[in-house]
């Protein structure tokens, strides 16, 4: 098992940026591909990028493609989601999430899963 918690999440003008961390607890994290998703008020939870156990391979959703940077430091049981050239579209309610299946965009395929952490970008 694994326990998450996120942060870095707030409010942010149009074009800013934000760094997401994902601390996760026990001595598995190395085993898990690590994903972030989204939920935006009134919508479905979406996937927003993963990255292997390694951290070698990374996979994004069209949204923040080369507008989003994932990555783990798996000594300190750690991710990260540096979003850069943020939108109000952006905004929603950002997971983090552990799954057994080597870098899944699906998430059913995820299951432990952080709080939350909400980001707001206004215009």
């Known amino acids: 098992q694994v326990q998450l918690v996120e942060s870095g999440g707030g409010l942010v003008q149009s074009g800013g940026s934000l760094r997401l961390s994902c601390a996760a607890s026990?001595?598995?994290?190395?085993?898990?591909?690590m994903g972030w998703f989204r939920q935006a008020p009134g919508k479905e939870r979406e996937f927003v990028a993963a990255?292997?156990?390694?951290?070698?391979?990374?996979s994004y959703a069209d949204s923040g493609q080369g507008r989003s940077t994932i990555s783990r430091d798996n000594a300190n049981n750690t991710v990260y989601l540096q979003m850069n050239s943020l939108k109000p579209e952006d905004t929603a309610v950002y997971y983090c999430?552990?799954?057994?299946?080597?870098?899944?965009?699906?998430?059913?395929?995820?299951?432990?899963w952080g709080q939350g952490t909400q980001v707001t970008v206004s215009s």
């Open positions: 999430a552990a799954s057994l299946t080597f870098l899944s965009g699906d998430r059913s395929r995820y299951g432990f």
């Open positions: 990255i292997s156990q390694s951290g070698l391979s990374t």
């Open positions: 026990g001595r598995t994290f190395s085993i898990y591909t």
